[in-house]
Structures are given as C-alpha cells and as structure tokens.
C-alpha cells in the first residue's frame, strides 16, 4: 500500500502539470499560428484521458479474467501480481515515462516572456 500511495502521489503531480501547460501551449499555439484553439486543445487532452481509461480498463479486465480472477472469492498468486503491478509497478513505469517527456518540455517562463515579446 506504501509503494502504491507513494506512487499515485507523484503521478498526481504529473496530472496536475499536464493540464498547467496545456494554457502555454494554447498561447504558444497562437503565438505560433495566429489562431487560439483552447476549446480544442481541452477537448483533445479530454478525449486522450477517456480513451487511456478505457484500454486500460479493458486490458486490465481482460488480464484479470484470462487468468482466473473470480469476485469475491481468494484470488490465486497470477491474478494477486497483476493487480499488484497495476497499482504499482505500470504507474511507476509510466510516471518514469512521463518525466521523460517532460524533461523535453521548454516552453519555461522565460522562453514563454521572450515569445511574447516578440
């Protein structure tokens, strides 16, 4: 449970700081196009989470079940890992992912005031 909440709490920050650059990257959009599509933008970010929710979902489901998860019955030693991987491990994975891409983020406070001096 530890291994979990530590990392949900650091992923909880990555999801917080997706929807803090997506305003920067309306701006730079425009900036960049004459053209301010923020409702677009929302509406893409929107739709990239409900479709991540529901493959994830599904395929969790379907591992869940090809290896014999059964409700409200003692689950065997497959089924125990895959959920355990799923709340700990696939997150961390993709919290290590996610800083990857984040790490080649630079639209930063100065790069964002310099753009607009221009």
Known sequence: ??????????????????????????????????????GFQYAFISLGNKIGMAVGTALLAGLLGKYGYI???????????????????IPGALWIVTAVVLFFYRLNKKRYNRLWRN
Request: with cysteine; aromatic share 16%; hydrophobic share 40%.
């Open 71 to 89: 409700a409200n019955q003692t689950q065997n030693a497959i089924v125990l890992s895959i959920m355990k991987h799923a709340f700990t491990t």
């Open 1 to 38: 449970y530890a291994l979990s909440g530590l990392t949900q709490f650091f992923f909880s920050g990555f999801n917080t700081a997706i929807y803090a650059i997506i305003p920067d990257c309306v701006e730079y959009g425009e900036w960049k196009t004459g053209l301010r599509n923020d």
